[in-house]
T-cell receptor, first 111, second 117 residues
């Protein structure tokens, strides 16, 4: 079955620097790749997603890139701020609801 | 996007008892889901709650342990039965919602933090 690997498990960056989180997936039929942010004590929040018909999508300081050939996708956060500190999850799916989740990345923004 | 609420937000229960978690959505949605998230871990899908039919359970989860109701398009409940300390987790409700003119996406409630003693 589908498997999603996410790296790194913990990422510490200086405030203002960029952060990159990477995921790889195993099922070449996957066509939907969302990213979620989970703050302490809250449910996951969808922050950006990409579908397999595009290679990149950007929303202000957040961007996601997709390489279908290599079967990997990445989350890029620029000009990081303290409020970006959270756990980030990637997921992959062949349909919008059967999400296969990565293990999560704890992002720490150092002041 | 759909606004999702869950009750209770947290609870501490004794082993052997059962807890029913409620999930309410502010709009009608076709698909609702229940997840479990153990401390420091990723999300695991328990089941898909279908209105008008029985829930569809994922491997490793059974109806006797996690009975689900879906009486209408805005509400669902998950019961954790005969609890043991291993059931201590965050239980999350999610829905598939479609933004106006856009594709469907999945949104989550705030979660129910369950501790079993």
């Amino acid at each position: 079955g589908e498997n999603v690997e996410q790296h790194p498990s913990t990422l510490s960056v200086q405030e203002g620097d960029s952060a990159v989180i990477k995921c790889t997936y195993s099922d070449s039929a996957s066509n939907y790749f969302p990213w979620y942010k989970q703050e302490l004590g809250k449910g996951p929040q969808l922050i950006i997603d990409i579908r397999s018909n595009v290679g990149e999508k950007k929303d202000q300081r957040i961007a996601v890139t997709l390489n279908k050939t290599a079967k990997h996708f990445s989350l890029h956060i620029t000009e990081t701020q303290p409020e970006d500190s959270a756990v980030y999850f990637c997921a992959a799916s062949k349909s919008n609801y059967q999400l296969i989740w990565g293990a999560g990345t704890k992002l720490i923004i150092k002041p | 996007s759909a606004v999702i609420s869950q009750k209770p937000s947290r609870d501490i229960c004794q082993r052997g008892t059962s807890l029913t978690i409620q999930c309410q959505v502010d709009s009608q949605v076709t698909m609702m889901f229940w997840y479990r998230q153990q401390p420091g871990q990723s999300l695991t899908l328990i089941a898909t709650a279908n209105q008008g039919s029985e829930a569809t359970y994922e491997s490793g989860f059974v109806i006797d342990k996690f009975p689900i109701s879906r009486p209408n398009l805005t509400f669902s409940t998950l019961t954790v039965s005969n609890m043991s300390p291993e059931d201590s987790s965050i239980y999350l409700c999610s829905v598939e919602d479609r933004l106006a003119g856009g594709p469907s996406e999945q949104f989550f409630g705030p979660g129910t933090r369950l501790t079993v003693l």
